[in-house]
């Protein structure tokens, strides 16, 4: 180790890159705040102990590649350096730095200065950004080199260096999972730069500056063995944000390139799986950063590519990472040598150039019986070609792992496809995403094939799930294992259906003397037993949104003109409902008392928690909205200020619509609604009730049957 040395000293005549190997950059807010909070909180006098800087130097035959940092190392005498632990600390720096030159240029003193009259204390803008952040090449001012970058190759070099650093005429920037990192971490040094600007003056912007380029001190430590990077990387960069696995099976992977021998691997053959190994993390960064809103999480991908590529076990915990980087992925692999003879004279010529070969004793190549040649070649258990194919399908498999999550306006899909993936978003597709994933890998799978399987992946969640209350994990180890089966073309579309098929046998029987099948709603029945004695009944079923949404869409497709949105259907604000009791939880309107007098309490209690009496709205109310009479909620209400403060079922979606036909609201509407809602929910799923008596079982109903209580008077 070197004595302690501040940033000001490490940004000293040396440039700096992040490796292909690296990760990109991982810090979220929660690092940054306790960054920021180091750098306020720490007295002008002190010192504080940021950790270890491991740097690699870059050798010539690299760096000389380097259009834009070339001249700096060769005229000034720079020294270029990769850096293999503290690029996240080193990246946070950077980046406040910039964060805060645009703050010194945007104070209304300086707006028509130039970079060189602008001052922080006794540091000019011009002389802080060529110190830490970018220098122009003389005379002609065209090149400009950035002290601290990525290698050109990676997608957050581009990003960095236009994004961040402002560098005009950027074209298109591909973004990532890591440049979304980047951007927040610019965004909140600014924001907190300005408030403590507005709030404590420039004098302590400049004592911020201080404390960050000379206060903060390194344990700077210069690797000098290739070997030891690999191994560092892996090590080291646990310290900090621990690495995903991801970022782990990365930097192996390129580690694994430079074991194998010249025999095997020659130099071309290595730097074109090595850049096949970053273009491929490029594309899975890519995907799983795209939507800016809801980035994906890289090791869920890298579990379900497991899943789909090599195997499933019912271990627990990290069995898959294990398994990549402890027994595929190893050096162990590479050195472990398996014999393989070639027989065939083509075979012979065209390895017996660079391959080792045994002969026998006399020297001679070892022959068979009819006296052609025989040659025994050793090679890597693990061969270079493996590593290739798969990390080729980790890239192919990122671009549909990102579709899976992201179907609706997706040019990928078809409209159908799209519309059915959506559909298991919306019911919960628990297991079930590797297998559509590696649909859309097989050359042998058309969409036609895939729209079946995703029908029938979708009515086995609703009838096996949210009907008929199988535990979560059920048959999960069957169906990862299809996945693989399904991209090694060892298994069907149609086998697959079939065993969805058969894994539902346990939700139907079949009554003596009888051909039909129906459904047997005992699991169900008993669950919304348990949701009625703890409150709420079918409200609280967790395929309740799931069928009401799917029966609005139904009658969207008959008459057009969609008006539920499925994010706020779902949405459960504390003060809204995007669910309606029709009839009430509290019906102290006088409306209610007559509609539903001469019944029990725990009669009421079933009538207000049954499925006929839901009704999902177009747009969330105020629950305190919900009690109005059901005359009242047909119509929009208005305050005194003639504003209205809720919509209609007259106005609403095509259930409001169907709801407010009613002329009534009572018992029989609740009854016949409910019907009406598993009369569709047979059609829908392709099941059938044994009769209207098993019908009013489910609905908790049966007493008004019993009890004759209610007249015909519903109208529609």
Same mark, same amino acid.
């Given at each position: 180790?070197?004595?302690?040395?501040? *940033?000001?000293?490490?940004?000293?005549?040396?440039?700096?890159?992040?490796?292909?190997?690296?990760?990109?950059?991982?810090?979220? &807010?929660?690092?940054? @705040?306790?960054?920021?909070?180091?750098?306020?909180?720490?007295?002008?006098?002190?010192? !504080?102990?940021?950790?270890?800087?491991?740097?690699?130097?870059?050798?010539?035959?690299?760096?000389?590649?380097?259009?834009?940092?070339?001249?700096?190392?060769?005229?000034?005498?720079?020294?270029?350096? !990769?850096?293999?632990?503290?690029?996240?600390?080193?990246?946070?720096?950077?980046?406040?730095?910039?964060?805060?030159?645009?703050? *010194?240029?945007?104070?209304?003193?300086?707006?028509?200065?130039?970079?060189?009259?602008?001052?922080?204390?006794?540091?000019?803008?011009?002389?802080?950004?060529?110190?830490?952040?970018?220098?122009?090449?003389?005379?002609?001012?065209?090149?400009?080199?950035?002290?601290?970058?990525?290698?050109?190759?990676?997608?957050?070099?581009?990003?960095?260096? !236009?994004?961040?650093?402002?560098?005009?005429?950027?074209?298109?920037?591909?973004?990532?999972?890591?440049?979304?990192?980047?951007?927040?971490?610019?965004?909140?040094?600014?924001?907190?730069?300005?408030?403590?600007?507005? @709030?404590?003056?420039?004098?302590?912007?400049?004592?911020?500056?201080?404390?960050?380029?000379?206060?903060?001190?390194?344990?700077?430590?210069?690797?000098?063995?290739?070997?030891?990077?690999?191994?560092?990387?892996?090590?080291?960069?646990?310290?900090?944000?621990?690495?995903?696995?991801?970022?782990?099976?990365?930097?192996?992977?390129?580690?694994?390139?430079?074991?194998?021998?010249?025999?095997?691997?020659?130099?071309?053959?290595?730097?074109?799986?090595?850049?096949?190994?970053?273009?491929?993390?490029?594309?899975?960064?890519?995907?799983?950063?795209?939507?800016?809103?809801?980035?994906?999480?890289?090791?869920?991908?890298?579990?379900?590519?497991?899943?789909?590529?090599?195997?499933?076990?019912?271990?627990?915990?990290?069995?898959?990472?294990?398994?990549?980087?402890?027994?595929?992925? &190893?050096?162990?692999?590479?050195?472990?040598?398996?014999?393989?003879?070639?027989?065939?004279?083509?075979?012979?010529?065209?390895?017996?150039?660079?391959?080792?070969?045994?002969?026998?004793?006399?020297?001679?190549?070892?022959?068979?019986?009819?006296?052609?040649?025989?040659?025994?070649?050793?090679?890597?258990?693990?061969?270079?070609?493996?590593?290739?194919?798969?990390?080729?399908?980790?890239?192919?498999?990122?671009? !549909?792992?990102?579709?899976?999550?992201?179907?609706?306006?997706?040019?990928?899909?078809?409209?159908?496809?799209?519309?059915?993936?959506?559909?298991?978003?919306?019911?919960?597709?628990?297991?079930?995403?590797?297998?559509?994933?590696?649909?859309?890998?097989?050359?042998?799978?058309?969409?036609?094939?895939?729209?079946?399987?995703?029908?029938?992946?979708?009515?086995?969640?609703?009838? &096996?799930?949210?009907?008929?209350?199988?535990?979560?994990?059920?048959?999960?180890?069957?169906?990862?294992?299809?996945?693989?089966?399904?991209?090694?073309?060892?298994?069907?579309?149609?086998?697959?259906?079939?065993?969805?098929?058969?894994?539902?046998?346990?939700?139907?029987?079949?009554?003596?003397?009888?051909?039909?099948?129906?459904?047997?709603?005992?699991?169900?029945?008993?669950?919304?037993?348990?949701?009625?004695?703890?409150?709420?009944?079918?409200?609280?079923?967790?395929?309740?949104?799931?069928?009401?949404?799917?029966?609005?869409?139904?009658?969207?497709?008959?008459?057009?003109?969609?008006?539920?949105?499925?994010?706020?259907?779902?949405?459960?604000?504390?003060?809204?409902?995007?669910?309606?009791?029709?009839?009430?939880?509290?019906?102290?309107?006088?409306?209610?008392?007559?509609?539903?007098?001469?019944?029990?309490?725990?009669?009421?209690?079933?009538?207000?928690?049954?499925?006929?009496?839901?009704?999902?709205?177009?747009?969330?109310?105020?629950?305190?909205?919900?009690?109005?009479?059901?005359?009242?909620?047909?119509?929009?209400?208005?305050?005194?200020?003639?504003?209205?403060?809720?919509?209609?079922?007259?106005?609403?979606?095509?259930?409001?619509?169907?709801?407010?036909?009613?002329?009534?609201?009572?018992?029989?509407?609740?009854?016949?609604?409910?019907?009406?809602?598993?009369?569709?929910?047979?059609?829908?799923?392709?099941?059938?009730?044994?009769?209207?008596?098993?019908?009013?079982?489910?609905?908790?109903?049966?007493?008004?049957?019993?009890?004759?209580?209610?007249?015909?008077?519903?109208?529609?």
């Amino acid at each position: 180790m070197n004595e302690l040395e501040s *940033l000001k000293s490490i940004f000293k005549d040396r440039i700096f890159k992040i490796p292909d190997y690296q990760r990109g950059y991982a810090w979220s &807010t929660k690092q940054l @705040k306790d960054f920021w909070e180091d750098v306020i909180n720490l007295p002008i006098d002190r010192y !504080h102990y940021t950790g270890v800087l491991s740097l690699k130097k870059v050798e010539k035959h690299i760096w000389s590649q380097w259009n834009d940092e070339r001249w700096l190392i060769e005229d000034r005498g720079y020294k270029p350096f !990769h850096i293999v632990d503290g690029q996240q600390r080193l990246t946070t720096f950077v980046v406040f730095i910039q964060a805060l030159t645009e703050i *010194l240029r945007d104070i209304v003193e300086n707006e028509d200065k130039e970079d060189d009259e602008i001052y922080l204390g006794s540091f000019s803008l011009k002389s802080i950004k060529e110190e830490y952040l970018m220098i122009e090449k003389p005379p002609q001012f065209i090149i400009k080199t950035y002290k601290f970058s990525y290698e050109v190759d990676n997608p957050s070099f581009k990003f960095l260096k !236009h994004k961040i650093f402002e560098e005009p005429n950027s074209g298109t920037i591909q973004e990532t999972f890591y440049t979304l990192n980047l951007e927040n971490s610019k965004n909140f040094f600014k924001e907190n730069l300005l408030n403590f600007y507005e @709030k404590n003056g420039l004098k302590e912007i400049e004592q911020l500056f201080k404390k960050l380029t000379q206060n903060l001190k390194f344990n700077v430590y210069e690797i000098s063995d290739d070997f030891d990077v690999f191994v560092a990387f892996e090590t080291m960069n646990n310290r900090g944000k621990k690495l995903s696995n991801l970022e782990l099976l990365k930097n192996r992977l390129i580690y694994l390139t430079t074991l194998y021998d010249e025999n095997e691997l020659k130099n071309d053959e290595r730097n074109s799986l090595r850049e096949k190994i970053n273009d491929s993390w490029k594309e899975i960064y890519f995907q799983l950063g795209r939507n800016k809103q809801n980035p994906l999480n890289d090791d869920d991908f890298l579990v379900a590519h497991w899943i789909m590529y090599f195997q499933y076990t019912r271990e627990k915990g990290d069995d898959y990472i294990r398994f990549l980087l402890e027994e595929k992925f &190893t050096p162990q692999n590479i050195y472990a040598k398996t014999e393989i003879k070639l027989n065939s004279i083509q075979e012979v010529q065209e390895i017996k150039e660079f391959e080792e070969f045994d002969n026998d004793d006399d020297g001679n190549s070892n022959g068979n019986s009819n006296g052609d040649e025989k040659l025994i070649v050793f090679r890597s258990k693990l061969s270079p070609k493996e590593i290739e194919e798969y990390v080729n399908s980790l890239k192919s498999a990122a671009v !549909h792992w990102y579709n899976t999550f992201n179907p609706i306006n997706n040019s990928d899909l078809t409209s159908l496809e799209s519309r059915l993936i959506d559909r298991l978003n919306r019911i919960g597709i628990i297991y079930f995403r590797p297998l559509v994933t590696v649909s859309f890998l097989s050359p042998y799978i058309n969409s036609d094939d895939r729209i079946k399987l995703f029908i029938a992946i979708e009515r086995f969640i609703f009838i &096996t799930f949210r009907l008929s209350r199988a535990f979560s994990t059920y048959r999960n180890s069957e169906f990862y294992r299809a996945a693989k089966q399904l991209r090694n073309d060892e298994i069907s579309i149609d086998d697959i259906i079939e065993n969805l098929e058969d894994r539902m046998d346990y939700c139907f029987n079949m009554p003596e003397n009888s051909k039909e099948r129906f459904f047997d709603h005992t699991y169900f029945q008993k669950f919304i037993e348990k949701k009625f004695k703890n409150g709420g009944g079918f409200y609280n079923w967790n395929g309740l949104r799931y069928l009401l949404y799917e029966y609005e869409m139904d009658k969207v497709q008959q008459r057009g003109s969609q008006k539920i949105d499925w994010k706020l259907f779902v949405k459960g604000d504390k003060d809204k409902v995007s669910i309606e009791h029709i009839y009430p939880q509290t019906p102290d309107n006088d409306y209610w008392l007559d509609q539903f007098k001469g019944y029990t309490k725990n009669e009421l209690n079933f009538l207000q928690g049954s499925l006929g009496n839901l009704l999902p709205l177009s747009q969330s109310i105020n629950s305190s909205l919900q009690n109005d009479s059901f005359p009242d909620k047909k119509r929009p209400k208005y305050n005194e200020k003639n504003e209205r403060i809720r919509q209609g079922f007259l106005d609403g979606s095509h259930s409001e619509i169907e709801v407010a036909n009613y002329e009534v609201w009572n018992p029989k509407s609740i009854l016949d609604r409910g019907h009406k809602l598993l009369n569709f929910l047979e059609k829908r799923w392709n099941l059938k009730f044994k009769n209207d008596d098993s019908k009013n079982e489910l609905l908790f109903l049966v007493f008004m049957e019993e009890n004759n209580k209610i007249e015909d008077n519903v109208i529609e």
